[in-house]
């Protein structure tokens, strides 16, 4: 049996949800049927539960980057002083020299803008010139009509696209399996890449799970 996902269940955990973001929801139960998150309540908790997390209860759409000198070696500490070697004045409160420095040169990212370009975005904050590139291409087999991501990244935080984009890469990441499992740890490394975060999503969790039961 189908498991809804209404606006009333969104604002509950979200009340402070993005326009965009509801919209997408309001509209969303035809995306989640077709990627079979809603196959079973144990998905839909666990892929809301990724995407509250990531999203900041719904309110972020862009990465923010807007880091203070003190900050800055604290969550890159290899990068800048005094372990690294660059100085954290020079890139406190500055987003696109920040995030070129730390995102350049890597995850698809060429161009000497791109790591800015395609900084964190959406339900999922989408990373990195290749994930954007990825995404248009799942969602491009799904639907021939979805936009390049690469050419208008800002159509990942669309209410038309945000939540396909966030669902096609839940399913490419096999995270419908891993929620099966009702495995937290497995998950948030295929979304995160590590654990960042991880008692946070715990307690998302324990939260979407008293929604969808």
Known sequence: MTVSVTLSQILRLAPNTRSSYRDA????????????ISETPLRVAH???????ESGG???QFENLNYSAERLPKVWPSR???RGPLDPNEYAHNQPKLANEVYGGRMGNTGPNDGFTYRGRGL???TGKESYQEATTILRRENPAAPDFVAQPDQVISAEWCLAVAASKWVSKGCNALADQDDIRKITRAINGGLTGLAERIDWARRTKAVWR
């Open 25 to 36: 929801f309001q509209n969303g139960q035809t995306v989640l049927d077709q990627h079979k």
């Open 58 to 60: 719904l309110a972020i």
């Open 124 to 126: 999922l904050q989408l």
């Open 80 to 82: 800048f002083k005094p």
């Open 47 to 53: 892929f809301m539960a990724q995407v509250l997390h």
